[in-house]
């Protein structure tokens, strides 16, 4: 009995930790607010930026919650459905796209709780 409850609180923990490693940035670009679960500003400046993204040209090139998107063609396959908004002030989140997957990064970690 103690065996079993021991394997099974081994399993949740693995579990658990397994889960904050595998969050993937599959990303859906949505026309409607509404359907999204985070609005997003593009910035000119990567000073004013929350997040640093870097498009990358497959999901399998995706590096947990650091910045590196793939946009996803279908809604039911991405991890986060987002909104681009027009307006800084109506944002969730500002990002800046990067060239480089190397500069991607969180410069503002308080809003890293967005994208898990």
Do not use: H, P
Not at 54 to 65: A, C, F, L, P, R
Not at 100 to 111: D, F, K, V
């Amino acid at each position: 009995m103690k065996k079993n409850l021991f394997l099974f609180w081994c399993s949740v923990i693995a579990l658990l930790f397994l889960s904050q490693q595998i969050q993937a940035q599959k990303v859906y670009s949505t026309d409607s607010r509404y359907d999204a679960d985070v609005t997003v500003f593009v910035t000119d400046s990567k000073y004013d930026a929350d997040l640093l993204v870097y498009k990358v040209s497959s999901q399998y090139e995706t590096d947990g919650n650091e910045g590196r998107w793939f946009f996803t063609e279908s809604r039911y396959d991405a991890d986060k459905k987002v909104y681009f908004t027009a307006s800084k002030y109506d944002a969730d989140l500002l990002i800046y796209f990067v060239d480089s997957r190397y500069e991607a990064g969180w410069r503002n970690r308080e809003r890293i709780y967005l994208l898990y």
